[in-house]
């Protein structure tokens, strides 16, 4: 059995020998003793300790240098163990020995980690002293155990102590779940064998049911902890920085059913346990040496304690385990695609260990269910879908899990075990393969019949971790695991496209208390079409090939559409979805709104009103499924405009295009809006409004702007006025600024924002009569209190300064240092002279920071152009600042010198 993932064929790293790995540290256990010796034999304790410093540091170079070499982690990890416990050893004997207690009975007992013989270069190391004999005998002992743990400590090592009596140790453990799991894990290192024999029985009876009941509530204590762990470390399956010790599907989950295993029988094997099948224990033995080996690497490239696999540091693993290029693949993909494929077995057998506790009766049933009736050969079995015979077919596997989503259930163990295996039954479902159609039929009912959120999330996470859509789909098989390096997306590939799904079987609900009362509606009104589902399933699928995913991907679900039973028309839709799924997104969030270009670019791409429903759906769940947090009200608000936008103008008539016509309406419209502004006020105002502002910008902002001017009477004196407008259904605050043209004002404004905290969101600005400014800046600050009047006073006084002073040195504001993480995110600028009538388009792409805006408009400031408009967008690490900017004389900028002056001043910015 290969198991649910062929993880060999994503990466092999070779194994050694015991006496290999031994000699790679530089000494064999022989020459250990006699090398302590004599670093033991230093009368001066500075002198010892140098001594002692000299040969640890060897051990840990000879470990680093018989990684590299590839040698296998665990293998080196319980070398570098031994070498520990004969140092241990000696100093325990000459300091026990010289302080003579030899009349007291001790043993020096190894917990944990350090007890099973796994200890890592920076690792802690649990001893109990466990004695027998009077109250104070630990009184008596503690200047000899003191002795014993200076040279440790002194040399580096983290050392945790306790002195106990077997009695009190047990005493101990019946309290506290933790110290029970060390105790669970145990070695020798010196004293008395007698009394850590009697200890160890004592302990076993302590742990196996039924006595006590000790071993069943230490199982469900156990199995909280794992709960909360997972959810305390990120309950996201594929978040791209891992904890490797505590996250989900993580080293310390092998150690779960381990340690489960051990409570049950005594022994850690979960085979003898009954929890797993022997061909599933050598899987989980064969991810746990996986998950060891890029441990051991992260311990070495941190030279410290750190289990948390940052993105900056995953670059250097990958090239310390030794992975190359491989196709399309970077080194630092092949790593985290092993990684995350392993995790995912682990978590698939971690899921059979759980579900077998719970049908054992030794885990409480978190959601029991109704037996429903079921056809033969299922069964409903302790609250769970039972077969009841081997699957004999693809179809019979997936009928099975479409039984569970109908019915919302879940498989029992012994079924779950049935699905790994059955694994070989895809082999045949081949796109040139005619008997496959039934199965490509059940495979899209269960992936476009709508269902609840936790249901498809349970059937999909099958589907992955099993393998069948890698093997149905085997352009999925490729980015499943696949890391996306952008700063921007949370999760690999195949997980974000699993979420997005699932965000769309939570929208097609539309229940009233639904938080996407629009997108529910659509999906209504178009029967929750299956085009879309299926749309969703492939819109990232060609990630890692090169060049445009979308345009890749197009081709590959022309391929892919028919033999899944979709109509000529049907695929037409989902070629169109999969080519432009990003167009919306990338319109509404990086290009200016009220541009009437924007909506002009996307209703030129759109067939019709329904491709344009089915898209805005599309977009909404793309974006939840990036990352935790990733839909905001700013991001609904702005694609829901532009969506709106290119509505209004789908439904225009030829005769109301003209733009003089659509002029004169914008100012009725906005006339019949002021009907208490004196009309000459009113004639005023539309004298210093251009035509494109009248037309591109929104009513109630219109409205905003004129009552202000009215208010103020500015235009006549010809002030500054500055305006502050809180929105607390959005969360942002708009600042409308009038004051006169000059070179500057941007980075001015921009820059007192950026000192005073705040985030800017969206930047508009016109001309307003001759020589003056009329400025919209729309910004938000997460984590204060935005709308605290007081604050928002004192930003208007600094902004009112700067303006009038104009303070800043431009000369003198360097950029900011990057980040480490940073480095992973390339740096891009580019220009479009195609989106807007009026303005060239100039979009950077980079890693964010505090005052990269201000930066930004310094660099547009010494290139000479005049900024219109910008446009922020910031999600993690990465910023998509884009500007709507023109020459000195108002044009579109289209000499490719001009151009590059331009690109090399916002790079020497940003780099």
């Not at 020589?771 to 935005?786: D, P, Y």
């Amino acid at each position: 059995m290969t198991g649910p993932i062929a993880i060999k064929h994503v990466a092999h790293i070779p194994a050694s020998t015991r006496t290999q790995v031994r000699d790679a540290l530089g000494v064999v256990p022989s020459e250990i003793v006699a090398q302590l010796g004599e670093a033991l034999a230093h009368s001066a304790p500075n002198q010892r300790t140098i001594a002692l410093k000299a040969i640890h540091q060897g051990w840990l170079d000879g470990m680093r240098q018989a990684q590299e070499q590839h040698h296998e982690a665990l293998s080196l990890c319980k070398a570098l163990s031994d070498r520990i416990d004969v140092l241990i050893g000696q100093l325990a004997a000459e300091l026990l020995h010289k302080n003579q207690h030899n009349h007291v009975r001790v043993s020096m007992i190894a917990l944990g980690g350090y007890g099973r013989g796994e200890l890592y270069p920076h690792s802690d190391i649990d001893i109990l002293i466990l004695t027998e004999g009077h109250d104070n005998i630990a009184e008596t002992l503690k200047p000899a155990l003191e002795k014993l743990l200076y040279p440790l400590w002194d040399i580096g090592l983290t050392v945790g102590h306790s002195i106990q009596s077997p009695k009190s140790a047990l005493a101990l453990a019946k309290t506290d779940h933790t110290y029970a799991t060390a105790l669970l894990e145990t070695r020798l290192l010196y004293g008395d064998p007698a009394l850590y024999s009697n200890f160890s029985g004592t302990r076993d009876t302590l742990f196996h049911p039924p006595q006590n009941r000790f071993g069943t509530r230490f199982v469900r204590a156990k199995h909280d902890e794992r709960l909360h762990r997972h959810q305390q470390h990120g309950d996201h399956r594929s978040m791209l920085e891992p904890n490797l010790k505590e996250g989900i599907g993580s080293l310390r989950d092998v150690q779960h059913i381990r340690w489960i295993s051990q409570a049950l029988c005594g022994k850690p094997d979960p085979a003898q346990a009954g929890l797993l099948q022997p061909t599933q224990h050598n899987l989980l033995k064969r991810a746990y040496r996986q998950l060891a080996t890029i441990r051991l690497a992260l311990h070495f490239e941190l030279d410290g304690k750190d289990n948390r696999l940052l993105m900056h540091h995953q670059m250097h693993i990958a090239e310390r385990l030794g992975f190359r290029q491989h196709r399309t693949l970077r080194p630092i993909e092949r790593l985290m695609k092993l990684f995350f494929l392993t995790r995912a077995q682990v978590e698939l057998l971690d899921s059979i260990v759980t579900t077998r506790l719970i049908t054992r009766g030794i885990l409480p049933d978190p959601k029991p269910r109704r037996q429903p009736h079921l056809p033969q050969p299922y069964i409903w079995y302790e609250n769970h879908l039972a077969r009841t015979q081997n699957f004999q077919s693809a179809e019979d596997v997936l009928e099975f899990l479409l039984l569970l989503k109908q019915f919302h259930a879940r498989p029992s163990a012994g079924t779950l075990e049935m699905l790994m295996r059955a694994k070989r039954l895809f082999v045949a479902i081949t796109p040139d393969n005619p008997a496959a159609k039934p199965a490509r039929a059940l495979l899209r009912r269960i992936l476009c019949e709508t269902t609840t959120h936790e249901t498809f999330t349970q059937i999909a996470g099958l589907l992955n971790r099993l393998g069948i859509l890698g093997r149905m789909l085997p352009d999925f098989r490729h980015v499943q695991g696949l890391t996306q390096l952008d700063g921007y997306h949370a999760w690999t590939v195949d997980h974000h496209t699993l979420r997005v799904l699932a965000h769309l079987h939570t929208m097609a609900e539309a229940n009233q208390e639904s938080p996407h009362i629009v997108i529910d509606a659509l999906l209504l009104k178009n029967a929750a079409p299956a085009e879309l589902f299926f749309s969703a399933l492939l819109h990232d699928i060609a990630k890692g090939h090169g060049g445009s995913h979308a345009e890749r991907g197009a081709v590959c679900a022309e391929k892919l559409a028919p033999q899944f039973g979709f109509s000529p028309e049907q695929t037409a839709t989902i070629v169109w979805l999969v080519r432009y799924h990003l167009m919306l997104s990338d319109l509404a969030l990086h290009r200016d709104i009220l541009d009437a270009g924007t909506a002009e670019t996307l209703l030129n791409s759109t067939p019709d009103a329904r491709h344009l429903d089915l898209l805005y759906c599309l977009t909404a769940a793309d974006i939840r499924g990036v990352a935790p947090n990733s839909w905001t009200a700013w991001k609904a608000t702005v694609i829901a405009r532009l969506y709106e936008r290119a509505q209004e103008l789908m439904k225009l008539t030829p005769s109301a295009t003209d733009r003089n016509e659509k002029k004169t309406t914008a100012i009725s419209i906005l006339r019949a809006a002021l009907p208490d502004m004196p009309t000459r006020a009113f004639a005023h105002h539309i004298q210093h409004c251009s035509g494109e502002y009248l037309l591109s910008t929104t009513l109630p902002l219109q409205i905003e702007h004129a009552k202000m001017m009215a208010s103020t009477g500015n235009i006549a004196k010809r002030e500054s006025c500055i305006t502050l407008l809180p929105d607390p259904e959005d969360a942002i605050v708009r600042l409308v600024l009038y004051t006169g043209d000059y070179t500057g004002l941007i980075a001015h404004a921009v820059g007192v924002l950026t000192e005073s905290g705040y985030s800017i969101v969206t930047l508009k600005t016109f001309p307003y009569g001759e020589n003056r400014s009329l400025m919209t800046v729309w910004f938000h600050n997460q984590g204060k209190a935005l709308l605290e009047t007081r604050r928002l006073e004192s930003l208007k006084k600094r902004l009112s300064t700067a303006i009038r002073h104009r303070y800043i040195n431009f000369d003198n504001q360097q950029p900011a240092e990057q980040s480490s993480l940073a480095r992973t995110i390339t740096s891009k600028v580019t220009f479009d002279n195609t989106v807007s009538r009026r303005a060239t388009v100039i979009e950077v792409q980079t890693y964010n920071r505090t005052g990269l805006l201000f930066d930004l408009a310094l660099a547009l400031i010494k290139s000479r152009v005049s900024i219109h408009a910008a446009k922020i967008d910031t999600v993690g690490q990465r910023a998509m600042d884009v500007f709507y900017v023109c020459d000195r004389f108002g044009l579109k900028i289209y000499d490719p010198t001009y151009l590059e002056n331009i690109h090399t001043n916002i790079k020497a910015r940003i780099s």
